[in-house]
Structure formats: C-alpha cells, structure tokens
C-alpha cells in the first residue's frame, strides 16, 4: 500500500460516511424516512455500500499495484497480508487488495445492471398482467410459473458454458431475463389491489390513458415492494455471478471479479487463506449490505409492525 | 366452483394439469436451449470424422424438430434416451446419482427446519433484547454468504485444520466401498456432515429470518391479543396461538426449499465430491451430453413444481380460509 492508496481510501470513507449522514439529516424531516434510519444496521448497510461503490469507481486511486500484474512470480507467490501488500498476493503473486478493489467494479457492475434487467422486465411484466387481467394476465402468469420452474442454475450453467466466453454485456442480459419471475408475481398482486382504488379509478374516469394510469398512479404507489425487490436483487445477482465464476465459467480471466479469485485460490486455501478468504467477505459485506438496506425499507412501509 | 370436496377434487386435478404442462414446457425450453447452443457433443481432440460418425449415430443430424419429436416419442415409453459420455441408459445414471441428492438435501432441510424455526421462535419472544440482536446480526451474516465460500470455510476448518470430517467424497473407498454395515452406515453420516452443515446453515439462518417476522406479524393479531387478556400462560399463547398461525406462512416456504437446495446442490456437490444429481447436471452440461442434461432438468422442475404444489394443499388443509380465496381467485381469471 502507498501513502496515495492510504489517503484514497480515507477519503472514500469519508465521502461515504458524509453521503449517510446527509441522508439521514434529509430523512428526519419525513416520518417514513425516519423509520427506515431507525435501524442503526441500515445506516451502516447504506454506508457500506457507498463506501464499495466509491472504491469501484476510483479503483485505479485505490489500488496500489497494476490487478492483473504477476509481481514477482519467484519470491511474491502467496505472499502473507503484510503493510506492502494489504491482503496478501496469490497463487500468481497478484496483490490481493488491488484485484479485490477493480473486482468490485465487475462484481457490483454485474450485480446492479443484472438486478436492473430483472427488476424493469419483472414489474413490467406484472404491471401489464395485472393492469390489463383476462387473457395477458392468464398468458403472461402461465410463462412465468414455467420460468419459476426452471431450474435456474442449470440454464445459466448452459448459456454460460455452451455460448463459450460470454461477454460481460450478454452475462447481465442472461442473469437479468432469468431472474424477473418472482418480481412480475409480486408487482402484479400490488397493481390487482391497486388498480381498484378510489384514486385510480378517478384517473381513469378522468381520461387518462393506460400508460399514464400506470406508471403515474399505480407503479409509484407500488414502488417499496419494487425497492425490496431490487435490493434483495442485487445481492442475489452477485452470489450468482460468483456461483458461475467459481464453477470456472463466469468472466473469463484474468480479469478479477470476486468470485473467479475465490475459484483461482481455492486450491491454495490451505496454505495461503487470505487470497479466498477476502473477496468471500467481500461478497457477503455487500450481500449483509443490501439485505439490511431492504429490511430497512420494508420497515418504513411496513406501518403496523412497531414491535420490531 | 363452489367449496367443499367436490371443489377440491377439481382444484387438485386442474393443479396437476397445470404442473404437468409447466414440467413440458421447461423440458421443451431446455432441449431448444441446448440443440440450438453452437458447439457438437465430441471433445476437442477427437478426428473430424469419427464426430461426425457420432453425430449420425446420435440423431443429431437430423432437424431440430425431428429430434424433438423423437424424443418426446420416447419421453411417452418413459426412455429417457442413453448418456452420449458413457452410452449408459439416463435412466441408469440418475437413478444412481439420485438417493445421493436426497440424503443431502434431506439432511440439509431437516438443520435449515429445525435449527430456523427454533431460532425464529426464540427470538421472537425476545424481540429487541440481546440475546434477538445477536442472533439476528448472526443469522443476516450467515444469510449473506455464498454457499460456496462456507463449504472452502468449513473444509478449511474442520476438514484440515481439525481433521474432524471427511474433505470430500461419499464414502470411504477402502473400507467402505458400498453402505453394507453399520459402520458404514455411520461413515455415510461423517461424509454427509460438512456438505449437509453447509447447505444447512445457509438455509437455516434464512428460516429464522422468515420465521421471527412471520411470529410479529401473528403477533399484533386480535386472537393474540385475546388469548393474553384471558390469562393464557405466555407458553401457550406462544406455541398455540402465534405459532399455529405463524406456520401457515411457513408451509410456504417450505415448498420454496427446494429450488434453493437444487442451486445449491450442484456447487456443494461439485466442492464435496459428493456424487449427486447435481454434479452430474454439471458434469452432462460441460459435456455436452444432451440427453442427460434434458432428463436431469426434467427431474429438477418436476421437483419444483411438486414441491410448490405439496405446500399449496397443505396450506389449503390447514387454513380453510384459502379454499374459499382459491376459488374465487380462479373466478376473476375464468371470467
């Protein structure tokens, strides 16, 4: 580690911490948003997701040493975290911080624009079934319990190992449209009771088109469960990606995500630990990250459960 | 469609129409998938003509909807066609690999249930004390690891470092070659540890998530309420009133388990060298070996929708309340 990584990641703290202590300021002045800031886990969650997301985009500050690089495969092979080397290095003498750091850019890249595939074609999806009902709904319902069946690993293991060396656009596209089904049924039980509502059908009465009733009344009012989703989503997606990676058929190396360094050092996880043992908490930090941020806001939609 | 037996009977019957035609859709989607994936079923070194040799002997030159239809041909006579890698009937192949797949997942689901529900009632009775945060805290942490890392932790751990358990496999190959005695009985069980604690855990700590909101949300009820006012002990409130409720949710997710244990079947398998369906699924699909990969992803849908389909009547036993919605239900679509 330089004195520039040192500072840059310092100062990543602290822009984190401010966003969250900005965000919290703003959320006092709104009772439902003080309920999400209830929890101090969620506040932690948020800000370590800021944090993350921070450290992806500044990589290049962050990480002292060149990720791909083999430093020196001889007298740095598996080297031990030292203050030089954060984390480590691993079995090919790469400094395990600097790639755990320029993996999250590919993790989290992955895990958002995959969730936000999913999201976007599951609430759209369910937002026309259960707009419209009768024959779309009974079409669109009966496509996605067969997708709910599916054996979703198995197609992913397929596209990624038949269609040899996915691009890192056509991994997301795949991830997303096999992850929308469980979205789609949820948004659409929110339209059905939505959609009978006084001010809905006040919309309708006055003229609006369907387009409008939907995305300006209905979907705004059916935007938590969506958030939840969402969230819950994007961990999900990771865990995929990494599950793929690990099984050696995710991005293709030597490019770092975290779940293809678990799989490149499983076999030296004896005797050199650290190189499997970081990007795995890595991926659990988010993973813990995001599942507090939607428990979090399930929490502030969720009025009668004051208990908790 | 009214209530009662005769409702039920038709509902049951309309359901297993429905999971019978999800089950062709998902083994159609797969054979598609994987007919129209580039690539031929012949590793890499193999002389040009002898793959094309074993392309003909396969059926695969002919047209894809040739061979969808002969193959559905022989779905109807139940063969479910030979493995391309080792000319053995699927049939044969799964059969084997398939208790393996049960003992795991079985052992699995009986740690995620027990532990879970255990956990979840506990805390909910201590809602926002210490002991609730701590086992909260543990069981998000638990919730949010991959399955993969934790299986690398545990072997780490009690494989290497302690020599506890077993690192991988099935059985002991010397002494053990096939589960003939007790003791080797009881060496099936040491294997089955750290790959089944895995699967377990993971499962286990999502359980006690669930289950603890699923006891508050029962817990502001009237019902509850009431049994309190008229002096039920705490106990009874607890076990009779929120927990009969609470389970009704459960049930649920009970039929939920078994996609998440078939995800993670295939990398735990794979990490264990436990020889499951789930490795070999892997294994066909790197292979390439069509017939195996269509016939394991009939297997796990069918397992999927029998398992949503087993907890849709339980909850239609326990909670009459369902039937009536059901039907109405099936009303708005109908009409």
């Known amino acids: 580690m330089t004195l520039g990584s040192w500072l840059a990641v310092f100062v990543a703290l602290v822009l984190a911490a401010e966003l969250v202590r900005a965000l ?38 962050i990480a002292p040493f060149d990720p791909n690089k083999q430093l020196d495969i001889v007298r740095l092979k598996n080297h031990a975290p030292s203050w030089t080397f954060l984390l480590g290095t691993d079995v090919l003498s790469r400094d395990v911080w600097s790639r755990t750091v320029y993996g999250a850019r590919v993790s989290l890249g992955i895990g958002a624009l995959g969730a936000l595939v999913a999201v976007s074609l599951g609430t759209f999806v369910g937002a026309i079934a259960g707009y419209y009902q009768r ?30 060396g996915l691009p890192f656009t056509a991994l997301v596209i795949v991830i997303g449209l096999t992850s929308w089904f469980g979205t789609s049924r949820l948004v659409r039980a929110e339209v059905l009771s939505l959609r009978q509502r006084d001010f809905v059908v006040a919309a309708r009465a006055l003229g609006a088109g369907s387009g409008r009733v939907i995305f300006r009344h209905v979907l705004p009012n059916a935007a938590a469960p969506i958030i939840v989703s969402a969230a819950l989503g994007v961990g999900n997606v990771l865990l995929l990606e990494a599950a793929l990676s690990f099984l050696g058929i995710g991005i293709k190396p030597p490019d770092p995500t975290w779940g293809n360094m678990i799989a490149d050092n499983a076999s030296s996880i004896y005797s050199a630990p650290w190189s499997t043992l970081f990007p795995g908490l890595a991926i659990s930090l988010v993973v813990m990250s995001l599942n507090a941020v ?15 | 469609m009214t209530g009662g037996a005769g409702g039920g009977a038709s509902w049951l019957l309309r359901r297993l129409v429905a999971s019978v035609a999800i089950i062709f859709a998902v083994v159609t989607f797969v054979f598609m998938l994987i007919h129209v994936a580039p690539g031929r079923p012949c590793p890499e070194n193999v002389d040009p003509a002898v793959c094309d040799q074993l392309t003909r002997q396969f059926g695969l030159d002919k047209s894809i909807p040739t061979q969808y239809g ?3 041909l022989a779905l109807a006579h139940g063969n479910l066609g030979y493995s391309f890698s080792d000319g053995r009937p699927v049939r044969t192949a799964i059969a084997e690999t398939i208790p393996f797949t049960l003992q795991l997942a079985g052992a699995a689901l009986l740690l995620d249930f027990l532990l879970g529900l255990g956990l979840g009632i506990y805390q909910a009775g201590r809602v926002n004390r210490l002991p609730d945060l701590i086992i909260g805290n543990a069981t998000l942490f638990i919730y949010s690891l991959p399955t993969f890392w934790l299986a690398l932790l545990l072997l780490l751990v009690f494989g290497e470092k302690l020599g506890w358990f077993p690192v991988g496999g099935s059985n002991d190959p010397v002494l053990c070659p096939s589960v003939d005695s007790l003791y080797c009985v009881v060496d099936r069980f040491w294997h089955l540890v750290l ?4 699967l377990g855990l993971v499962g286990a700590a999502g359980t006690a998530r669930f289950q603890r909101a699923a006891m508050l949300e029962v817990a502001t009820q009237d019902y509850v309420r009431t049994a309190r006012a008229k002096g039920v002990p705490e106990r009874r409130v607890v076990l009779r009133h929120q927990l009969r409720n609470a389970l009704l949710s459960f049930i649920t997710r009970f039929g939920l388990a078994f996609p998440f244990l078939l995800t993670g079947a295939v990398l735990i398998e794979t990490i264990f060298a436990w020889p499951g369906m789930g490795r070999l699924a892997f294994e066909a699909i790197l292979s390439r070996d069509y017939p195996l990969v269509t016939a394991t992803a009939l297997v796990a849908s069918t397992v999927v929708v029998a398992g949503n389909l087993l907890a849709d009547i339980l909850v239609g036993i326990a909670d009459p309340r369902l039937r009536v919605r059901a039907s109405a239900e099936v009303e708005v679509v109908t009409a």
């Open chain 1, 24 to 61: 919290r300021h703003r959320a006092m002045r709104q009772e439902r948003w003080r309920r999400f800031f209830r929890h101090r886990t969620t506040s932690w969650g948020l800000g370590i997701l800021a944090f993350l997301a921070i450290v992806a985009l500044a990589a290049p500050l």
């Open chain 2, 70 to 72: 002969l193959y559905l």
């Open chain 2, 195 to 198: 790959p089944a604690a895995t």
């Open chain 1, 135 to 164: 024959w779309i709904d009974a079409v669109l319902m009966r496509g996605v319990d067969v997708g709910l069946a599916l054996p979703r690993i198995f197609i992913l293991l397929m596209a990624v190992a038949l269609w040899d």
């Open chain 1, 294 to 308: 939607a428990d979090g806001v399930r929490d502030a939609l969720d009025p009668h459960e004051d208990a908790a």
